[in-house]
Protein backbone atom coordinates (compact mmCIF):
# COMPACT_ATOMS: atom_id res chain seq x y z
CA UNK A 1 0.00 0.00 0.00
CA UNK A 2 1.08 3.33 -1.05
CA UNK A 3 -0.67 5.91 0.14
CA UNK A 4 -0.30 7.26 4.55
CA UNK A 5 -3.70 7.57 5.23
CA UNK A 6 -6.68 5.80 3.54
CA UNK A 7 -10.10 6.89 3.58
CA UNK A 8 -12.37 4.69 4.52
CA UNK A 9 -15.41 5.75 2.48
CA UNK A 10 -13.02 4.84 -0.76
CA UNK A 11 -15.40 2.34 -3.20
CA UNK A 12 -12.98 -0.66 -4.53
CA UNK A 13 -12.27 0.70 -7.63
CA UNK A 14 -10.40 3.44 -5.52
CA UNK A 15 -8.57 1.53 -3.52
CA UNK A 16 -7.26 -0.33 -6.40
CA UNK A 17 -6.16 2.19 -8.07
CA UNK A 18 -5.24 4.77 -5.40
CA UNK A 19 -3.43 1.92 -3.06
CA UNK A 20 -2.10 -0.88 -5.83
CA UNK A 21 -1.48 1.27 -8.64
CA UNK A 22 -4.08 -0.04 -10.93
CA UNK A 23 -5.47 1.79 -13.95
CA UNK A 24 -8.99 2.65 -14.41
CA UNK A 25 -10.38 1.24 -18.22
CA UNK A 26 -9.66 4.03 -20.64
CA UNK A 27 -12.51 5.95 -21.97
CA UNK A 28 -14.52 4.98 -18.55
CA UNK A 29 -13.47 7.85 -16.22
CA UNK A 30 -16.43 9.98 -15.06
CA UNK A 31 -14.41 13.00 -15.40
CA UNK A 32 -12.68 12.73 -18.42
CA UNK A 33 -15.28 15.01 -20.36
CA UNK A 34 -16.35 17.06 -17.54
CA UNK A 35 -15.96 20.68 -18.61
CA UNK A 36 -17.32 22.66 -15.70
CA UNK A 37 -14.84 25.09 -13.58
CA UNK A 38 -13.40 23.96 -10.68
CA UNK A 39 -10.94 21.89 -8.59
CA UNK A 40 -9.69 18.30 -8.84
CA UNK A 41 -9.09 16.79 -5.19
CA UNK A 42 -7.46 13.61 -4.23
CA UNK A 43 -10.10 11.29 -3.41
CA UNK A 44 -8.26 9.55 -0.31
CA UNK A 45 -7.64 12.74 1.79
CA UNK A 46 -8.89 15.29 -0.17
CA UNK A 47 -6.30 17.59 -0.95
CA UNK A 48 -5.95 19.82 -4.60
CA UNK A 49 -4.40 18.65 -7.00
CA UNK A 50 -5.29 20.20 -10.08
CA UNK A 51 -7.90 23.17 -11.52
CA UNK A 52 -10.05 23.12 -14.40
CA UNK A 53 -7.94 25.48 -16.16
CA UNK A 54 -5.03 23.38 -17.00
CA UNK A 55 -7.40 20.36 -18.34
CA UNK A 56 -7.13 19.36 -21.62
CA UNK A 57 -8.55 16.72 -23.95
CA UNK A 58 -5.63 14.42 -24.99
CA UNK A 59 -7.24 11.66 -26.72
CA UNK A 60 -5.88 9.09 -24.25
CA UNK A 61 -8.98 8.19 -22.44
CA UNK A 62 -8.11 9.46 -19.03
CA UNK A 63 -8.49 13.17 -17.51
CA UNK A 64 -5.32 15.16 -18.35
CA UNK A 65 -3.71 18.30 -16.94
CA UNK A 66 -0.55 20.27 -18.02
CA UNK A 67 -0.29 21.67 -14.65
CA UNK A 68 -0.68 20.99 -11.36
CA UNK A 69 -2.30 23.54 -8.43
CA UNK A 70 0.18 25.37 -6.65
CA UNK A 71 -0.26 29.05 -5.29
CA UNK A 72 2.39 30.98 -3.80
CA UNK A 73 5.26 29.28 -2.02
CA UNK A 74 2.88 26.39 -1.08
CA UNK A 75 4.23 22.93 -1.47
CA UNK A 76 3.40 21.04 -4.50
CA UNK A 77 0.16 18.87 -4.68
CA UNK A 78 2.05 16.37 -6.65
CA UNK A 79 4.94 14.38 -6.41
CA UNK A 80 7.00 12.58 -9.35
CA UNK A 81 8.59 9.24 -9.07
CA UNK A 82 10.43 6.68 -11.39
CA UNK A 83 8.21 4.10 -12.16
CA UNK A 84 10.07 0.81 -13.95
CA UNK A 85 6.71 -1.85 -13.88
CA UNK A 86 5.12 -3.03 -16.54
CA UNK A 87 8.31 -3.42 -18.56
CA UNK A 88 9.14 0.60 -19.18
CA UNK A 89 10.43 3.47 -17.25
CA UNK A 90 7.50 6.33 -16.81
CA UNK A 91 7.24 8.58 -14.45
CA UNK A 92 4.40 8.23 -11.62
CA UNK A 93 2.25 10.96 -10.08
CA UNK A 94 1.44 10.36 -6.09
CA UNK A 95 -0.43 12.71 -4.01
CA UNK A 96 2.03 14.66 -1.54
CA UNK A 97 -0.52 14.51 1.87
CA UNK A 98 -0.89 10.91 1.30
CA UNK A 99 1.10 9.62 -0.94
CA UNK A 100 -1.68 7.83 -2.99
CA UNK A 101 -1.26 6.87 -7.17
CA UNK A 102 -3.01 9.40 -8.98
CA UNK A 103 -1.73 8.31 -12.62
CA UNK A 104 1.41 8.80 -15.07
CA UNK A 105 3.26 11.98 -16.23
CA UNK A 106 4.11 12.46 -20.08
CA UNK A 107 5.92 14.95 -21.70
CA UNK A 108 3.06 15.46 -24.52
CA UNK A 109 1.00 17.58 -23.17
CA UNK A 110 0.46 21.10 -24.77
CA UNK A 111 3.95 22.89 -25.77
CA UNK A 112 2.74 26.37 -25.53
CA UNK A 113 2.21 25.72 -21.88
CA UNK A 114 4.40 23.26 -19.54
CA UNK A 115 4.65 20.21 -22.50
CA UNK A 116 3.51 17.93 -19.35
CA UNK A 117 0.65 15.89 -19.46
CA UNK A 118 -0.87 14.45 -15.89
CA UNK A 119 -2.59 11.31 -17.55
CA UNK A 120 -4.85 10.90 -14.13
CA UNK A 121 -6.86 8.53 -12.96
CA UNK A 122 -10.60 9.42 -12.60
CA UNK A 123 -11.18 7.48 -9.28
CA UNK A 124 -8.66 9.04 -7.64
CA UNK A 125 -10.19 12.16 -8.10
CA UNK A 126 -13.65 14.41 -6.54
CA UNK A 127 -14.62 17.19 -8.10
CA UNK A 128 -15.23 20.42 -6.17
CA UNK A 129 -17.10 23.28 -8.58
CA UNK A 130 -16.23 26.79 -8.43
CA UNK A 131 -18.56 29.01 -6.60
Partial sequence: MS??????N???A???????????APFTGKFLHNKDG??????????ELFRSD????????????????????RQASV????????GMVRTEAVCTKCGAHLGHVFD???????GKRYCI???CLDFKPKK
Fill in 3 to 8: AKQINP
Fill in 10 to 12: LTE
Fill in 14 to 24: QKSVLLDKATE
Fill in 38 to 47: GTYNCANCGQ
Fill in 54 to 73: TKFDSGTGWPSFYDIAKSGN
Fill in 79 to 86: KLLTDNSA
Fill in 108 to 114: DGPQDKT
Fill in 121 to 123: NSV
